[in-house]
Nanobody, 115 residues
Framework: QVQLIESGGGLVQTGGSLRLSCVAS????????MAWFRQAPGKEREFVSA????????FYADSVKGRFTISRDDNKDTVYLQMNSLKPEDTAVYYC????????WGQGTQVTVSS
């Protein structure tokens, strides 16, 4: 059974950057579309971005378009999310998963953007 391990979160000021990583253990990511999701306090988990197998297609929520970049390295079974120009409304726990997502989620990584 695949285990997804997210890392790279932290506390940054508005306008700062972070790079999140998601590593799969127990199984590879291929040939699946992989995605990042986030859940802010008191809100539903929402889609952030996705990248197709072989990285041909990428998808972004309107709220992050132009600021976030998703990528994957299937040799390392790792998916990345480069987050630039961060805003306080980006504060959330970030998760990676297949798209559509499996019912099991990892621990996530906390991103906090201070104003």
């Amino acid at each position: 059974q695949v285990q997804l391990i997210e890392s790279g979160g932290g506390l940054v000021q508005t306008g700062g950057s972070l790079r999140l990583s998601c590593v799969a253990s127990g199984r590879t990511f291929g040939p699946y579309t992989m995605a990042w999701f986030r859940q802010a306090p008191g809100k539903e988990r929402e889609f952030v971005s996705a990248v197709s197998w072989t990285s041909i297609n990428t998808f972004y929520a309107d709220s992050v378009k132009g600021r976030f970049t998703i990528s994957r390295d299937d040799n390392k079974d790792t998916v990345y999310l480069q987050m630039n120009s961060l805003k306080p409304e980006d504060t959330a726990v970030y998760y990676c998963n297949k798209y559509p997502p499996l019912p099991t989620w990892g621990q996530g990584t906390q991103v906090t953007v201070s104003s």
